[in-house]
């Protein structure tokens, strides 16, 4: 048996703050996210960075913030000496980064590292210096303002830490990443970003968000992009974000920031997706910078000393807080693009105009173009008058695209989609306006094998709303009783649908089910539709705003103006 002879000691201090500092100190670019939060935590309004060889060499950090005095840069260098957090009851009220008093402490152990600084008080300024964590005492010296810190030969004595630093391009990157990110949190400050061996800098003005968000986005387009903001009783949130239609032509990336810190959280870009859902269909490529702004006592970022994690008291109100913030200024925007609000509010279609039914002869109704038969029998009778415009079914291709003229402009329409999408709004509608979705007892039960059937038969509120009955029948094995009158297929997907989205916020469960809901009771691409129908979808489409989409975020049209047509034949540039 191995056995280890010796006394137990306690470590040195400063081998106690070296292994502690792999914790906070990971590499340059942590270092540098540590000195700007201090930096701005102690109120500076211009920051200079510069840094040479990826931050290893040197990295140094000036502002012209509050400043440290002379008897307590000695504890700036000491373990848990904050003057951020003084009592407990404190912590829900913070809004500085900084409260644990660990980076100084981490980064003096790791590195070379000196302290300038000076408060506009005294008359003299300080300096102090730890060199991998042996302090030699602080020193009065020259005034200058705020604070200046240089870290030299960072984890030189670290051969381990050294070992798993990437290329001097990639810590650069990484310290350029931190740099636009803090940044983007604050265009009330003014920035200078500087390589010290090349001499290239990026220099930032003081600006507004817009302009910060833009310079970010690398454009000058301040066209392209829409400010939303809203209010709770909770939260403030504003966003700044690139219109629908560039997105995916555009530099993308959703930016958070919780009271000005950046802040991951899959969650939260899920719920600005969201927000986008239907109005694009590339949510993927979203631009987007979003601030939230809310009491410490709803979230906890001490989570890890990084404080890279956040935890939210209420995720669910924030999240659909957030969807909500988007959607009317994008209906609105999706309106004027397509030049729906120019059709009035629709007026009772004279009854005279679909009064008459549509009388096909029996030897065309199979197969052939029934169209033409339609039009025969239709005549004037497929125009809807709405308001001064009308639209003008003309033809149908594949079974699939409605061709319609509507003044002098042409809709061609996805029949499916364009069904989805008016059967999605008609149950988003019913479902907000708390009626049941209509339901029909099935005359067999459908039997149905569904994994976690149980916790399904739980939802008995959501199901009954939804228009489903169902029946336990034993493990994992259920009947379907009852179903949404519309559906007429594909229960399971509906119900799977709802199982897979349980554990969403109810807002976004709810939409994620009705739009699976809708997508299997529409019409399908390539199914022929009888001309009563293709009338009854232009109809319902014209009395409704904003569905130029179905729920997936596919178009329900594409309008060819003559604009557009006389682009197409190079009559105009
Ligand atoms: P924390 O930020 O969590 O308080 P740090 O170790 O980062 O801990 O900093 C320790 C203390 O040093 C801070 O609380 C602050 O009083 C002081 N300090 C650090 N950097 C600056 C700076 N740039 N300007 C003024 N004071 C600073
Ligand atoms: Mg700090």
Redesign the pocket.
Known sequence: MLRVEGMIEVLADHIVHQIAAGEVIERPASALK??V???I??G?SSIFISYRQGGLNTLIVE?N????SLD?IP??FRAH????LKRLEDFDALR??????????SLASVSDLEIW?SRSEDSRGVKARSTFGRESAPEAADRRL??Q?LVKSLFERHPARLKFMKSERSETLALSQVFRRYALAHPEISWTFKDLSSGKEVRLPKQSFVDRVLWFFDTVEKKEWFEVQSESSDWKISAYALQPRYIGQRKSGIHLFLNRRPLKDTKLEFAVRRGFEGFTEQTREIACALYLEGSAKLFDVNVHPMKHEVRFIHPEAIFSQIVSTFRPKLERLHQEVWGLNEIEPPQSISSREFAKPFTLRASDSAAASFYEVAQQNLGLQQKLALGSESYEFLTSLDDTYLFVKKGGDLFVFDQHALHERIIYERLLTAYKTEQNIDSQRLLFPVPLVLENAEVLLEQEEILSKLGFELRLWSDNKIQIVSAPSILKRDYKEVLRKLLESLQLPVETCVSEVLSTLACHSAVRAHDRLQPEEIIRLLKDFSEMDAVGHCPHGRPTFVPFKIKDLEKLFHRVL
Do not use: W
């Not at 913030?65 to 440290?68: H, L, N, S, T, Y």
């Not at 000496?81 to 951020?84: G, H, L, Y």
């Not at 500085?96 to 402490?105: H, N, P, V």
């Open positions: 540590e000195l939060e201090n930096a935590d102690a500076a502002d913030g509050a400043g440290i307590e504890l700036a000496a904050t003057s951020k500085t980064y900084g409260f644990r008093g660990e980076a100084l402490c600084s705020g604070t810190i």
